[in-house]
């Protein structure tokens, strides 16, 4: 794939696990004695009477048992809270950012320690944000004009062939969407990306939306549901951090019932959206597709 094969595209808004067992002589021999296997049979079960209770599990390489376990509780704790009270301070584009040259210094000393002694590329940062950017445009195409959608880009399905063209293998998790689902993952993602309502009008067209793709929650509250679509689809925020907050919205509500369509495009936007957070970058997979959604409800109006 490369940018030129797609479309033109529309401009973009800001075990189970067996045993099994050989018989041996000895063990035939037993099973054709019957006193001797009911000697045995008494040994061992006087032997597990004696035998010491199993320890306690601890944590490896803990000296003692439930005090080691809090404190490295205690200790997680206290580490998330000190992350999250970094991230609320600074903002978490900017902490990608100073990632990002950390990583950036990294690779420029790489490729030049490797220049003399290797022939294989390392790719800048810039480029592999490139690549992933157009990735995510194939799939938000893919959601609307291809026949089936796949919902496992992860990065062993992701290759880098020669003459920098991209590889995407493996299309073993797919799912044809119906004109139906596509009309509403496609308003979802427009009423994700609609940026110029308050937020109260906006967060109850994106509940309607979200319910409308055929999810069903236990209380049908609007306010899980939209932020719920967020968590989806959208850039990630310190709030995610926020265990109070989280503990709050999910006990609020629960999803019942979640259309395979719409957990297959939620599952691609999470791995997408990861892989370029592993570079520092922080992008919305709505208005990654939401050209692509506007561009395909307008060749299907809907029929009133």
Same mark, same amino acid.
């Given at each position: 794939?490369?940018?030129?094969?797609?479309?033109?595209?529309?401009?973009?808004?800001?075990?189970?696990? *067996?045993?099994?067992?050989? *018989? #041996?002589?000895?063990?035939?021999?037993?099973?054709?004695?019957?006193?001797?296997?009911?000697?045995?049979? #008494?040994?061992?079960?006087?032997?597990?009477?004696?035998?010491?209770?199993?320890?306690?599990?601890?944590?490896?390489?803990?000296? @003692?048992?439930?005090?080691?376990?809090?404190?490295?509780?205690?200790?997680?704790?206290?580490?998330?809270?000190?992350?999250?009270?970094?991230?609320s301070f600074i903002g978490l584009d900017f902490s990608l950012r100073v990632f990002g040259w950390l990583a950036e210094t990294k690779l420029w000393l790489q490729r030049l320690v490797t220049r003399k002694s290797s022939t294989d590329r390392i790719f800048s940062k810039s480029e592999l944000q490139e690549i992933l950017h157009l990735v995510l445009e194939v799939h938000g195409f893919e959601?609307?004009?291809?026949?089936?959608?796949?919902?496992?880009?992860?990065? @062993?399905?992701?290759?880098?062939?020669?003459?920098?063209?991209?590889?995407?293998?493996?299309? @073993?998790?797919?799912?044809?969407?119906?004109?139906?689902?596509?009309?509403?993952?496609? =308003?979802?993602?427009?009423?994700?990306?609609?940026?110029?309502?308050?937020?109260?009008?906006?967060?109850?067209?994106?509940?309607?939306?979200?319910?409308?793709? @055929?999810?069903?929650?236990?209380?049908?509250?609007?306010?899980?549901?939209?932020?719920?679509?967020?968590?989806?689809?959208?850039?990630?925020?310190?709030?995610?951090?926020?265990?109070?907050?989280?503990?709050?919205?999910?006990?609020?509500?629960?999803?019942?019932?979640?259309?395979?369509? %719409?957990?297959? *495009?939620?599952?691609?936007?999470?791995?997408?959206?990861?892989?370029?957070? %592993?570079?520092? =970058?922080?992008?919305?997979?709505?208005?990654?597709?939401?050209?692509?959604?506007?561009?395909?409800?307008?060749?299907?109006?809907?029929?009133?």
């Open positions: 794939l490369a940018a030129n094969d797609l479309p033109e595209s529309p401009p973009s808004p800001s075990s189970s696990s *067996a045993t099994s067992s050989a *018989a #041996t002589p000895a063990t035939l021999a037993d099973a054709a004695t019957p006193t001797t296997t009911a000697t045995a049979a #008494t040994t061992t079960s006087t032997a597990a009477a004696d035998a010491p209770p199993p320890p306690t599990p601890r944590l490896p390489g803990a000296p @003692g048992g439930r005090k080691t376990q809090d404190l490295v509780v205690n200790s997680n704790s206290r580490l998330l809270g000190a992350v999250r009270w970094v991230l959601l609307f004009f291809s026949p089936y959608f796949n919902g496992d880009p992860h990065p @062993g399905n992701i290759l880098m062939m020669e003459g920098d063209r991209i590889g995407l293998i493996d299309f @073993g998790q797919c799912v044809a969407l119906s004109e139906q689902d596509k009309r509403g993952v496609a =308003e979802l993602l427009l009423a994700l990306t609609d940026d110029k309502a308050d937020r109260k009008a906006a967060d109850a067209r994106i509940a309607k939306a979200f319910f409308d793709t @055929g999810i069903r929650t236990k209380n049908s509250d609007p306010d899980f549901a939209a932020a719920l679509a967020k968590l989806m689809f959208c850039r990630l925020t310190a709030d995610v951090l926020d265990r109070q907050k989280m503990h709050a919205l999910f006990t609020s509500d629960k999803v019942d019932y979640f259309p395979m369509h %719409v957990m297959m *495009a939620y599952r691609t936007s999470m791995l997408l959206r990861g892989l370029c957070l %592993v570079l520092q =970058e922080n992008v919305s997979t709505a208005h990654a597709w939401a050209p692509w959604a506007e561009k395909w409800l307008k060749a299907h109006p809907a029929i009133e």
